[in-house]
């Protein structure tokens, strides 16, 4: 381990809390999204009425869980892998699949003319960038 008050460090430790972090968030939404299946379909139901998605809610839900699971599975096991093994290579996959979900919701608030909920978005979009900057660093 590098010692952590040097840029070798700082890094380090960036790709851990960046490997975390989301890991915590996809792996909560994704698990909500199993587990309240039914309360999220309702509620996207809605949410789609009036776009051109509104046919496709459910498989659409079923995409974005999976993108949301795997992103936080991958950043997670990633983030242990950082820690222990020093190797960025599973948390760099994780990083690459939360953008990817990332822009599959942005495309589905925009579709929904929800710009507010879009524009909610673009912060977790740049984390992703970073992420995927740093953890892509040998």
Not at 5 to 28: E, K, N, P, V
Request: hydrophobic letters at 60%; a positive charge.
């Amino acid at each position: 381990m590098p010692s952590l008050h040097t840029f070798a460090g700082a890094i380090y430790l960036m790709r851990i809390f960046a490997s975390a972090f989301l890991a915590i968030l996809f792996l909560q939404s994704g698990i909500d999204k199993i587990v309240d299946c039914r309360g999220n379909l309702e509620w996207l139901k809605g949410h789609f009425a009036r776009s051109p998605l509104a046919r496709v809610v459910p498989a659409l839900l079923t995409v974005i869980t999976i993108l949301e699971v795997a992103a936080g599975a991958l950043s997670a096991i990633g983030c242990v892998a950082v820690i222990l093994l020093h190797d960025a290579s599973v948390a760099f996959y994780g990083a690459v699949i939360s953008a990817v979900a990332v822009i599959a919701l942005f495309f589905g608030q925009r579709m929904a003319k929800d710009y507010a909920g879009a524009a909610v978005l673009v912060p977790y979009f740049l984390l992703t960038l970073v992420a995927i900057y740093l953890l892509a660093q040998p």
